[in-house]
């Protein structure tokens, strides 16, 4: 490749597919044209060389021109790239677009040496208010597309990058670019590189003709009339151009205005808002929806930071990072692995390491061959957890701001790196992130996610946050529903009580409010909780709509919140679940038995967690009593599927309503030789199935499991096939403990199991060991915070108690 002098317009050829009729030739002296690779470090370092030695007096960078009001935010101290500006159609904030800037990025070098001295700096490339009413992919220069069109012009987008690395023999554009420009060293002459890649993208585009990309040649066609009006202003000597290295042939050429015209007439148009917003680094590395597509943003910012002995310096970073996750790595390691990546290098007939001859260098030395510790060091280095910040005189919408005051107060900081957080509801500063997280969550900005907490009880949450950067349009979209968090949370909830059609949505909808404390919302959601109650009459509806109810007025109770409505509807529902679950469970296919078995957990569960006085003064009690006899129905009905029946007889064997005799009787009347092996296999699934300590249960209890074995093998062959996917799906939710216990068990039989007086058997004791037994206990009353009275913890009384209660 040839390399041109100083200021020398790049050659190139102006063809019919690629730019708009009434283009002449290029003049010979012109503005200053930097042909950039978008986020590429060594771009970076060279455009700021050049308008070193340049000195322009006007700075244009391709981006949206609304934003030129807002570049001067870019020289506070806390502006921190990595930042994007945000465009949003001002009454529909969906539709949005970024334009992301990192600090290795040769457009925010270029605005930030503007800034820095005293240059006019403006942004050149189409509006946004013309961009996002183009974004539905309709091109108005072309209104009626040829349906035969240019078979000269690529069917995708063409990937400059990519097709200069194949034509320079290079299987991967990123090693090709690490080559040629971010492993070379400085210039002479700061402006040859940007002649070479010039001449470069012009040959391109003879090959290529159009670039593939929806409405280039709008984009272009504009930002020679910006061009044009800033030579005018400012003399062609004085202008410097920061662009796409692609577009450079296409403004380095002469078009006539009113061809460029004829391109911009007609153009669709809304009335957009910009702001700036934070970034991350993982937005930059992904290559759909926002992304940029940046294989590695970690590296290239080390690579920009770096201004001497990069390979290094890395090593010292992975170093560091392994040491803080308890890894043994010395200096002796950094040193090979340095030494190493250069002998890789130079095999691969490299001019310095690279990001792949690093990482490889990583694995041999560092990480022992293992991908596992590699996969971190690409995840918190070569990726990167960076999240940018905005100064607050960026212009937001007043949710925004509301919403950073209280993200302030309760000192819970956006964070990109993805965290959990316990929560103590019990605490006013938890309870009140608490209240922010669930309001947030009914608007959809789905900053956190509520997880299962590590700790039992109603006053923990567990949430597991991470901030992303199209989370700042969603806030955008909520501002129409107020101008607070509180107040859009509240309008949206009373919008979503009067459109929900389904119960569960309601209830689902009454939790949320409760939950984020949305006293404002609550009567609308009554209201209709209380209309759609009454109107449905699907049991399965009413079993859906009770745990999430149940649920509410337990962290109603936590909270301190009013439930005393809620509680009536619950109460209602409960009943009237009572009065139709067993008739709603005869008759059911596979299916339909599977989720009848659901909610058959789900409010049984429910019905637990009901205050113990109702509305008119009943107990819980007595609610508790009508589900026992709900139970007792569907464990004796034939016509209830075999599932739900043994579920139901596991049930009222869980919470005492039956002994173990009865218990085994439902299981020898279900395992009867007149009983069809499936339907026996799904009563066994629903008895001992699932993760409820059944496998427990068998190992524990011998007839229940003799019942299962001498039914089993008695399963004839040709049914046995049919009934084999549903055990193996029973037992293998059974710890592997669990079933090589029971596989000893059954291979002894019950008539060769030790009992009380009898030698025990390997691996089993000969009998209760007393000793050992009271030995635990102690730890056990501390766990389950009954004090240091240790005079408490012996005796076989409180022995059984302490068991029952942590559930053993």
Request: hydrophobic share 45%; with cysteine; charged share 25%.
């Amino acid at each position: 490749m040839t390399t041109p002098g100083p200021r020398a317009a790049p050659p190139h050829a102006v063809l019919p597919g690629d730019v708009p009729p009434g283009a002449v030739p290029p003049s010979a002296d012109g503005p200053l044209l930097l042909g950039v690779r978008h986020h590429g470090p060594g771009s970076a370092r060279a455009v700021r060389a050049a308008l070193g030695a340049a000195r322009p007096r006007v700075v244009l960078v391709e981006g949206p021109p609304e934003g030129d009001a807002l570049l001067a935010l870019a020289a506070e101290e806390d502006m921190r790239p990595p930042v994007a500006l945000l465009a949003h159609v001002a009454d529909d904030p969906g539709r949005a677009a970024f334009w992301p800037m990192a600090e290795f990025s040769p457009e925010w070098v270029a605005i930030r040496w503007a800034l820095a001295h005293g240059a006019e700096v403006r942004l050149i490339d189409l509006p946004a208010a013309h961009s996002l009413a183009l974004a539905d992919g309709t091109d108005p220069a072309d209104p009626d597309p040829d349906p035969d069109p240019d078979p000269g012009a690529p069917a995708t987008p063409v990937d400059p990058v990519g097709a200069l690395a194949e034509a320079a023999g290079y299987d991967a554009p990123e090693r090709w670019w690490e080559d040629v420009v971010e492993h070379r060293g400085a210039a002479a002459d700061p402006l040859a590189p940007f002649a070479a890649l010039g001449e470069a993208m012009a040959a391109l585009r003879e090959t290529y003709g159009a670039s593939g990309h929806p409405h280039d040649l709008i984009r272009e066609a504009y930002m020679r009339q910006q061009l044009r009006a800033a030579t005018k202003e400012f003399g062609a000597e004085k202008v410097a151009v920061v662009c796409g290295a692609w577009h450079v042939p296409a403004l380095a050429g002469r078009f006539t205005v009113a061809a460029d015209r004829a391109l911009l007439k007609g153009l669709p148009k809304v009335r957009a808002e910009l702001t700036w917003v934070p970034w991350t680094h993982r937005r930059l590395a992904r290559r759909s929806g926002y992304g940029a597509g940046i294989e590695a943003p970690g590296w290239y910012r080390h690579l920009f930071e770096a201004t001497d002995r990069p390979v290094e310096r890395w090593m010292t970073k992975v170093a560091g990072l392994l040491r803080e996750e308890d890894r043994q790595i010395s200096s002796a390691h950094v040193i090979e692995a340095v030494r190493l990546a250069g002998t890789l290098a130079a095999m691969r007939d490299r001019p310095l390491p690279g990001l792949a001859e690093t990482m490889d260098a990583v694995r041999a030395v560092m990480c022992e061959g293992s991908d596992v510790p590699l996969g971190l060091i690409h995840d918190r280095l070569v990726v990167g957890d960076v999240l940018g910040e905005v100064p607050d005189a960026a212009p937001a919408v007043p949710l925004q701001r509301d919403l950073v005051r209280i993200q302030r107060g309760l000192r819970l900081k956006p964070e990109a790196a993805e965290r959990e957080l316990e929560l103590d509801l019990r605490k006013e500063t938890d309870a009140g992130r608490s209240r922010l997280l669930h309001r947030l969550g009914l608007l959809g900005i789905g900053w956190g996610e509520r997880v299962r907490a590590r700790s039992t009880g109603t006053f923990r949450e567990s949430w597991r946050l991470s901030w992303e950067p199209e989370l700042s349009v969603r806030v955008a979209e909520a501002g129409v529903w107020g101008t607070t968090v509180v107040a859009a949370a509240t309008a949206k909830a009373r919008a979503a009580a009067a459109a929900a059609t389904s119960l569960g949505a309601v209830t689902a909808l009454a939790e949320h409010c409760l939950l984020a404390e949305l006293p404002g919302a609550l009567p609308v959601v009554m209201r209709a909780l209380a209309d759609r109650a009454a109107l449905d009459t699907d049991v399965a509806h009413l079993a859906q709509a009770l745990p999430a109810l149940a649920r509410a007025l337990r962290y109603g109770d936590v909270r301190g919140t009013g439930t005393a409505g809620l509680a009536e509807v619950a109460a209602g529902l409960a009943e009237r679940i009572c009065v139709g679950f067993a008739p709603a469970c005869s008759g059911l296919d596979a299916d339909g038995a599977a989720e009848m078995r659901t909610h058959l957990d789900a409010v049984h569960t429910a019905t637990g967690l009901l205050p113990t006085t109702g509305p008119s003064g009943a107990g819980a009690d007595g609610l508790r009593e009508r589900w026992s006899a709900v139970l007792v129905r569907l464990a004796s009905r034939d016509t209830v599927p075999g599932a739900i029946r043994g579920r139901a007889a596991r049930l009222l064997l869980d919470e005492g309503s039956v002994e173990s005799e009865d218990a085994a009787r439902y299981m020898g009347l279900a395992l009867s030789l007149g009983t069809a092996p499936a339907d026996a296999a799904a009563w066994i699934e629903g008895f001992v199935g699932g993760a409820s300590g059944g496998g427990m249960l068998l190992v524990h209890d011998d007839r229940l499991l003799a019942l299962v074995d001498g039914w089993l093998t008695g399963v004839p062959p040709d049914a046995f096939t049919d009934v084999l996917p549903l055990l193996r799906r029973t037992f293998a939710a059974y710890h592997a403990g669990v079933r090589r216990t029971l596989g000893e068990l059954v291979r002894r039989g019950p008539a060769e199991r030790p009992g009380p007086g009898d030698a025990a058997a390997p691996g089993f004791g000969a009998a209760l060991d007393a000793a050992r037994a009271d030995a635990v206990l102690p730890l056990m009353a501390l766990l389950l915070n009954h004090g240091d009275d240790r005079d408490r913890v012996h005796g076989a009384n409180h022995r059984a108690n302490c068991l029952t209660e942590v559930g053993c």
